[in-house]
């Protein structure tokens, strides 16, 4: 589209069609986003009876490019379906806070200072506990 448009001239036919044509891929893939939440939702429902979701604000990912924007609002568009689909099942949904829980020691509460991405084993100074990153983490959701 970026070759067809020249600046203070009016738009081409080829201009238009290619516009068209951007704005119904766009409208594909936004379509594509909202019905494979949709289908995920319903998965999660279906074989859960407690659905724990984190409770995260999307806009504070979306910074650089229309990608990320657009990835970024589905994933809250899959969070608001998922706890909707929840509800109206009669399930239990819990929106948990982010912060801390992969800090966090599971079995004494401490919180440890900081937890490099690289790092996949927690181990509490404290108590000494030593577990997985993710299940230390679900079990800091599952108590708090």
Not at 28 to 48: C, E, F, I, P
Not at 60 to 85: H, N, Q, Y
Not at 100 to 106: E, G, I, V
Request: glycine letters at 8%.
């Amino acid at each position: 589209m970026s070759r067809r448009y020249k600046k203070g001239a009016a738009a081409s036919n080829g201009y238009k069609r290619a516009k068209r044509e951007a704005a119904k891929l766009h409208q594909k893939a936004s379509n594509q986003n909202k019905h494979d939440g949709r289908v995920w939702a319903k998965t999660v429902v279906d074989n859960h009876q407690t659905i724990a979701v984190e409770d995260f604000k999307p806009k504070f990912l979306a910074r650089s490019t229309m990608a990320r924007k657009s990835a970024d609002a589905a994933i809250g568009a899959a969070k608001a379906e998922l706890v909707e689909r929840g509800k109206r099942a009669g399930r239990t949904v819990v929106l948990v806070p982010p912060a801390y829980t992969t800090m966090t020691c599971s079995r004494c509460c401490q919180r440890q200072a900081r937890l490099g991405l690289a790092e996949r084993t927690f181990r509490c100074p404290g108590c000494g506990f030593s577990a997985g990153r993710d299940l230390n983490a679900a079990r800091v959701i599952l108590h708090g």
